[in-house]
């Protein structure tokens, strides 16, 4: 119910737009994120939005990257700016929402984003 899009490869100091587009019957959603995981490595999380519009960012994409939401597109996106070599990994978008009774996290598949130094 979540499909990721934008990963591709891109210079260091260049940008990427990563988007996120919601299907199916998501309501009363409380976060949307974004989360990165480089091979060998644990999946972290690099930038939030609240229902309420309050962001949270990892310490490491402060002021580089930006994550927003687009309520008529029902998709959410991350802004990456000023991309370096340790930004490369698999993007997922993450969602925490409400299908009729029931809460639950829902994920997107994969994104690629390579850096080249």
């Known amino acids: 119910q979540l499909q990721a899009s934008g990963g591709g490869l891109v210079e260091a100091g260049g940008s990427l737009r990563l988007s996120c587009a919601r299907s199916?019957?998501?309501?009363?959603?409380?976060?949307m994120a974004w989360y990165r995981q480089a091979p060998g490595k644990q999946r972290d999380l690099v930038a939030l939005l609240t229902s309420d519009g309050d962001t949270k960012y990892a310490d490491s994409v402060k002021g580089r990257f930006t994550i927003s939401r687009d309520n008529a597109k029902n998709t959410f996106s991350l802004q990456m700016n000023n991309l370096i070599p340790e930004d490369t990994a698999a993007y997922y978008c993450?969602?925490?929402?409400?299908?009729?009774?029931?809460?639950?996290?829902?994920w997107g598949q994969g994104t690629e984003v390579t850096v080249s130094s």
């Open positions: 199916g019957s998501i309501s009363a959603i409380t976060t």
């Open positions: 993450n969602l925490y929402g409400r299908n009729g009774a029931i809460w639950r996290n829902y």
